[in-house]
């Protein structure tokens, strides 16, 4: 029984430590100038679930990278750009059609990546539809969202910047 009360301190300890490596990337994600600038013609709402959504997407992809445990990334979503008109653009031009009026869409990311150990490496990405035959999908932010994924697979690749 000595024994045991000797063993549990330790154990305590090697499992707070193992928490505190354990914990996943911290993802924060701004708007550049340019998105800024486009706020009102695409929506705020929409763009703030798309800064969002891009965080939920890296999360999701890099919840068991290893080697981006513990880093903080901060990221600048740079251009943003809908396959089909946004609620605020069909408001404010009501004879779009939200099936039948395609765009190119996609999106660009900037930024930085502060490594555990306090290495920051810098990032970019950016994945656009590269014309009208490629627009799949009928989601507004179908490219956004692809760019988005990409962007996700190549960091945990270790392909920090890229285009």
Same mark, same amino acid.
């Given at each position: 029984?000595? *024994?045991? $009360?000797?063993?549990?301190?330790? #154990? ?9 490596? #354990? ?7 701004? +708007? ?5 600038? *486009? !706020? ?5 709402? %929409? ?8 965080? %939920?997407? =890296?999360? &999701? !992809? ?11 990334? %901060? =990221?600048?979503?740079? &251009? ?7 609620? /605020? ?6 004879? +779009?059609?939200?099936?039948? @009026? ?7 990311? %900037?930024?930085?990546?502060? +490594? $555990? &150990?306090?290495? !920051? /490496? ?9 014309? =009208?035959? &490629? ?6 932010? /179908?490219?956004?969202?692809? #760019?988005?994924?990409?962007?996700? $697979?190549? +960091?945990? #690749?270790?392909?920090?910047? @890229?285009?």
């Amino acid at each position: 029984m000595r *024994n045991l $009360a000797f063993l549990v301190p330790f #154990a305590v300890a090697a499992t707070l430590a193992g928490a505190a490596v #354990a914990q996943p990337a911290s993802i924060h994600v701004t +708007l550049g100038s340019k998105v800024q600038e *486009n !706020v009102e013609k695409l929506g705020a709402r %929409e763009v703030q679930e798309q800064a969002d959504r891009l965080t %939920e997407i =890296l999360t &999701d !992809v890099l919840a068991n990278d290893a080697d981006l445990r513990g880093a903080q990334i %901060e =990221l600048v979503l740079t &251009d943003l750009k809908p396959n089909r008109p946004t609620f /605020q653009q069909m408001q404010d031009r009501p004879g +779009l059609d939200p099936m039948r @009026s395609i765009s190119i869409g996609g999106a660009a990311i %900037e930024g930085q990546i502060i +490594l $555990a &150990d306090g290495t !920051v /490496q810098p990032v970019r990405y950016d994945w656009f539809t590269t014309n =009208l035959a &490629d627009v799949r999908g009928f989601g507004t932010w /179908q490219d956004a969202d692809r #760019a988005y994924r990409r962007f996700g $697979a190549n +960091l945990a #690749a270790g392909r920090y910047f @890229s285009r």
